[in-house]
């Protein structure tokens, strides 16, 4: 912002045309620090005013020219003499600041002016901009007299905000802190530095000497010198009714802009009056968004009335969905209340919007009296409980209420509090349970004691579900297909899969199995056959049992309950897949899962994204995969340690393979969680304490390695393949060949052939045992594995031919998105178009070919309901392809991709090394791309080659580092390459201003740049 200000006002300096700037942005936002800084660097005589200013003032602070014409001499007289008015003067004014050439007039707080005074200052301005050499820059929190310029002063990015607060402490702060800082404050520098002041006067933020620490504040608060810099900034909002009450329909229809107006009940011009009102006091911006969300959190403190009346001017238009947080904040009596409530229900419930119906009946409830509601909130519960248990646990309390279902909500709240990890409050809820109960509920209590272990999900849990079971048989003649589930999965973890037979095949033959219990049983099937290793088996069950639900989902008929089933089957089948290596069904299937369990709000998507996590690592797309492993691995630590071990394994496998920076590390770390949680007689075990050999002996760790070695052969009989690697690291390598050839016909290892295969290629560099492996792996699609083998012989990728494809049509991404077919400009404009392919292009460069449909939804409608986003998103597919061509965008099993045909700018970069291909910022007009990794990517690619360049092409060098440096303006490596570039080039000058406007820039947040150094000769 400043640099272009700068050549727009260096431009008076040689006396040419006038202007009229303003700078626009809301309070605290840096408006007077920009201003006052860019005057600091200019060679212009200056002074600043505010917009209010009186006669008195002006004549005080404003410097005489040395000689002014008669008519405006006069007009300063009368000025003084009172004998005019300072509004009723403008054109003497604006000769005045004429006079003054080269003069620029630091005017402040236009917003604050009388429509007198900006009429007078925009008369000043119409002139300057006639003249030479003159010139207004403003600052205003709204919207400005026509003659200004507006330049709107866009808030820090995350990044920047970062930067400015560990300048202001002089060294890095907690993560933690800048994450509750980041959000409150959005990018406004004042607020930034505000937050940063409470916290540490709190004590939430202190340093003990040398580090800084961090503590959650109690009470989210904000700043009391923000609180009444927004209040005062409202002040004049909320001294006027009407533009009050715009405000707070404002603030409560968030993105719903086609019920403001209606809401106000205003005509149109009145209504524009408020809007516009709220614009110049920079309350809204000139989106009509509100300008900072603590200016809504401060006027809802201090507006209920406001708030009251919009909230019931809302629900009168508002839909459905809106109206239990309206009638909280209209207060209106109970019956009228309620009326709405159930006109509202019944109206999401036609839509198939079940869990907000069920949010706005639990609103009801709260209206109803006690012997009305009680049993209602246990029905209602039941159907909650799958969407939200800890509000349906809520409801429990309230149902308790009602003799006649007290027991059977305290064994359900006791259950539900178990499946959220709450094993004591479900212990001391089973204790609340009278002593006198029936038979029946008493055998219910047992059942539910039997949840309530299983819930805990570790041997010794398993071990006491199978106890209560074994010790009670008169609860297997009660107990249900959930029941009969968990019974079968505690056998079944604990090895016993002949006794978990018996009792599915029990619950199999139950008669009058409704359709969710027989879901239920098919999932417990599909994971018997999982356990047994027959994939196959259980691929076929968890169709089955899809084609029993999908019937009813598609026809809009399935309960929560059977949507719920429907969902796990196809997470059963995603898994199976992934154990079949059938990675690409494996990703559709737990795709739809999620779709299922996002479109019917059903909660928690961990079990399908770890199977998207699985087959990702399979497929050798290890960024996305840890994305999602790392995600859920706190959740499982709490509430599902039973997946833990097998989660840990994937970690050590990931990292193993991708082998990155510290990635082995992680490995062995990951190996050895795998070996302490995981059962001794479990795959997992065995494959984690084999693979830490390898680890081991990577590390020199040679003794631990052999004390593996000989672990395993006492506990299985023969000797691990990964002996190999200790041989190798003992100088015997014809040793480590041998045992790898024997290893390759042993059927312990058949499951591994493939890796000792890699480790074969990388002991003897095999080509011909090379190329034969790595068409094996890309024919199983075992990219991890092939990401290994081309790491073992990069040359297999630089040597093989490229194939010929149609390559006729070209995106060019390094710089801002332009189309060609066979060398021919294709103008294409549709912003959400090239959106969807700027996104496209990035994958590509992470070898993420694809991305799902469900995050295109997000990302490109992210305000719409789902069935309308992809309506809308199956039309701008058609539409693409009509303007460029069927083969440029194809449909994957989960999503879209570029077509097979397309080439793109930046991969032809990275291959090339072609500079002429950069023309100005990485995708420059789609936001710089939404890809981080892909970003890194590219311009680390640019980086590479600038500094292999400085020397030997330093014009280009120059070109490039200042393209990166237009990226990444508070990069301080992009600045030194473009000083050393310039330099190299003999642009001692450019290289000199590039780096005083990056000194100050940096100056603005608090990193100092060394001076500029005489001269270069060497690149550092």
Not at 100 to 121: I, N, Y
Not at 130 to 156: K, N, Q
Not at 720 to 734: K, T
Request: hydrophobic content about 45%; aromatic content about 8%.
């Amino acid at each position: 912002m400043i640099d272009s200000l700068e050549q727009m006002l260096s431009s008076l300096a040689s006396r040419r045309n006038g202007l009229a700037i303003c700078l626009v942005g809301h309070a605290g936002i840096g408006k007077t620090h920009t201003a006052e800084l860019l005057l600091k660097k200019l060679p212009l005589r200056s002074c600043k005013l505010h917009a209010t200013v009186t006669t008195e003032q002006f004549l005080k602070l404003v410097p005489r020219a040395a000689r002014l014409p008669s008519w405006v001499a006069t007009t300063v007289q009368r000025l003084e003499r009172n004998e005019v008015a300072l509004p009723s003067a403008a054109n003497a004014v604006a000769a005045w600041f004429i006079g003054l050439a080269p003069f620029v007039l630091h005017l402040e707080d236009v917003h604050e002016a009388s429509a007198e005074q900006k009429t007078f200052w925009n008369a000043v301005a119409k002139d300057i901009k006639a003249a030479r050499g003159v010139g207004i820059v403003a600052t205003s929190r709204g919207v400005l007299p026509s003659e200004f310029e507006a330049l709107p002063l866009e808030v820090l990015s995350s990044d920047a905000s970062e930067a400015l607060l560990v300048a202001k402490l002089g060294s890095a702060m907690p993560r933690a802190a800048l994450d509750w800082i980041l959000p409150r404050a959005g990018g406004n520098p004042l607020f930034l530095l505000e937050f940063l002041k409470l916290l540490m006067r709190q004590g939430s933020l202190w340093n003990d000497g040398a580090v800084w620490h961090w503590r959650v504040p109690d009470t989210d608060t904000m700043p009391r010198s923000l609180e009444a810099l927004i209040e005062n900034m409202l002040q004049p909002v909320v001294m006027d009714e009407v533009v009050s009450r715009v405000l707070a329909l404002r603030i409560l229809i968030e993105d719903q802009l086609e019920l403001w107006q209606p809401a106000s009940q205003l005509l149109n011009e009145a209504f524009d009056k408020a809007c516009l009102f709220l614009q110049t006091n920079g309350v809204l911006n000139a989106n009509l968004a509100v300008s900072h969300p603590l200016f809504s959190e401060v006027f809802c403190q201090t507006q209920p009335q406001s708030l009251q009346f919009a909230a019931r001017r809302l629900l009168q238009i508002a839909p459905p969905s809106m109206t239990a947080n309206l009638l909280v904040l209209a207060r209106l009596e109970t019956e009228e209340a309620r009326g709405m409530l159930e006109k509202a229900i019944a109206e999401l419930e036609e839509h198939n919007l079940v869990r907000q119906a069920l949010y706005l009946k639990v609103q009801v409830l709260e209206l109803m009296k006690s012997p009305e509601r009680a049993r209602l909130a246990f029905d209602l519960a039941l159907v909650l409980v799958l969407h939200d248990p800890k509000a349906a646990i809520g409801l429990l309390d309230m149902a308790i209420e009602a003799p006649d279902v007290m027991v059977e909500a305290l064994l359900k709240k006791a259950s539900w509090l178990a499946t959220l990890g709450l094993f004591d409050d479900a212990k001391r809820t089973l204790e609340l349970l009278p002593k006198n109960l029936t038979p029946e509920q008493s055998g219910h209590k047992i059942l539910a004691e039997i949840g309530v272990w299983f819930a805990r999900r570790d041997v010794v849990a398993f071990r006491h579900t199978v106890e209560l079971w074994e010790n009670h048989p008169e609860v297997h003649d009660v107990a249900n297909a959930s029941e009969f589930r968990i019974v079968t999965q505690a056998y079944m973890y604990l090895g016993n899969t002949e006794l978990a037979w018996h009792w599915i095949r029990v619950a199999e033959s139950l008669p009058a199995n409704s359709l969710t219990a027989q879901a239920i049983i098919l999932n417990s099937i599909c994971n018997l056959h999982k356990e047994e290793k027959q994939y196959q088996k259980a691929i076929e069950v968890a169709k089955r049992g899809i084609a029993l639900l999908e019937p009813q989902v598609e026809a809009g008929l399935a309960d929560a309950n059977e949507l719920r089933q429907c969902e796990a089957l196809w997470g059963n089948l995603a898994s199976a897949y992934v154990w079949e290596n059938q990675f690409g069904q494996a990703i559709f299937a737990a795709q739809k899962a999620i779709d299922l369990s996002v479109r019917f709000d059903l909660g928690d998507t961990m079990v399908s994204e770890l199977n998207l996590a699985a087959a990702f690592r399979r497929l050798g797309q290890f960024d996305q995969a840890e994305h999602y492993f790392l995600e859920h691995l706190p959740t499982i630590l709490i509430s599902h340690a039973v997946f833990l071990p097998h989660l840990y394994l994937h970690l050590t496998m990931l990292y193993s393979q991708r082998a990155g920076s510290l990635d082995e590390m992680l490995a062995m770390k990951y190996a050895r969680e795998t070996i302490r949680t995981a059962s001794t007689d479990s795959d997992d075990y065995k494959l984690a304490k084999r693979k830490l050999i390898e680890l081991e002996a990577r590390f020199g760790n040679l003794e631990t390695a052999e004390k593996l070695v000989e672990e395993i052969e006492l506990e299985t009989g023969f000797i691990p393949w990964q002996h190999a690697f200790i041989l190798e690291r003992e100088n015997s390598q014809g040793a480590a060949v041998k045992a790898l050839l024997e290893a390759q016909n042993e059927p312990h290892f058949i499951e591994e052939k493939e890796e000792i295969e890699l480790e074969l290629v990388r002991l003897t560099q095999d080509q011909t045992l090379a190329l034969d492996l790595e068409q094996r792996l890309k024919n199983k699609e075992l990219g991890g594995l092939l990401f290994v083998l081309h790491r073992y012989m990069p040359e297999l990728e630089q040597t093989k031919p490229v194939p010929s494809v149609a390559a006729t049509f070209r995106i060019a991404n390094l710089g801002s998105l332009q189309f060609e077919r066979n060398g021919v400009n294709i103008k294409y404009k549709a912003e959400k178009g090239r959106d969807l392919l700027g996104l496209l292009s990035e994958l590509r460069l992470v070898k993420q070919s694809e991305i799902s449909q469900l995050e295109l939804l997000d990302l490109l409608y992210p305000n719409l309901e789902e069935s309308a986003a992809i309506s809308a998103l199956q039309q701008l597919i058609y539409r693409l392809r009509t303007s460029l061509g069927q083969e440029v965008i194809v449909r994957t099993p989960t999503g879209y991709a570029l077509g097979a045909e397309v080439q793109t700018d930046a991969e032809t970069f990275l291959q090339t090394a072609d500079s002429n291909l950069w023309r100005g910022v990485w995708l420059a007009d789609v936001g710089g791309g939404r890809d981080s990794m892909a970003r890194n990517r590219i311009y680390q690619a640019l980086t590479a080659f600038i500094e292999n360049s400085i020397l030997k092409m330093p014009l280009e060098a120059a070109r490039l580092a200042l393209i990166w440096l237009e990226a990444e303006p508070y990069e301080v490596e992009a600045v030194m390459f473009a000083r050393d570039a310039m330099l190299a080039a003999g642009d001692t000058l450019g290289a000199e201003r590039m780096y005083s406007e990056a000194q100050v820039r940096f100056h603005e947040v608090g990193v100092q740049l060394n001076p500029l150094e005489p001269k270069t000769t060497n690149h550092r």
